[in-house]
């Protein structure tokens, strides 16, 4: 069974950075992307960031790129560093897993219909 484990959000003032965890289980981690998105109140969920765990490509969105840095390790856990955040940030964050060519796709397009794997989402709050 595919499970993925989102953690690390909560409360930060404006400019300050969180790193949020993604724990997957129940499929070879080296054979997917991991993928975060996010949902604010009232809003779209959108691609924020995707890593391919076997070849390192990774993408980020333009509200994002040169703030968030996504990595992963050798134990089946993706991160997404974020840093400077902004309130426009505030949002639940969802990682999520695929075949690359799906998810980055659905990162870039925010199709989420594309992505088959979700895990719940973790809440990243910034206060001005």
């Known amino acids: 069974e595919v499970q993925l484990q989102a953690s690390g959000g909560g409360l930060v003032q404006a400019g300050g950075s969180l790193r949020l965890s993604c724990a997957a289980s129940g499929f070879t981690f080296a054979d997917y992307a991991i993928g975060w998105f996010r949902q604010a109140p009232g809003k779209e969920r959108e691609g924020v960031s995707v890593?391919?765990?076997?070849?390192?490509?990774t993408y980020y969105g333009d509200s994002v790129k040169g703030r968030f840095t996504i990595s992963s390790d050798t134990k089946n856990t993706a991160y997404l560093q974020m840093n400077s955040l902004k309130p426009d940030d505030t949002a639940v964050y969802y990682c999520a897993a695929d075949r690359a060519n799906s998810i980055f796709l659905a990162t870039m397009t925010a199709d989420i219909h594309l992505v088959k794997y979700w895990g719940q989402g973790t809440q990243v709050t910034v206060s001005s």
């Open positions: 890593i391919s765990r076997s070849d390192g490509n």
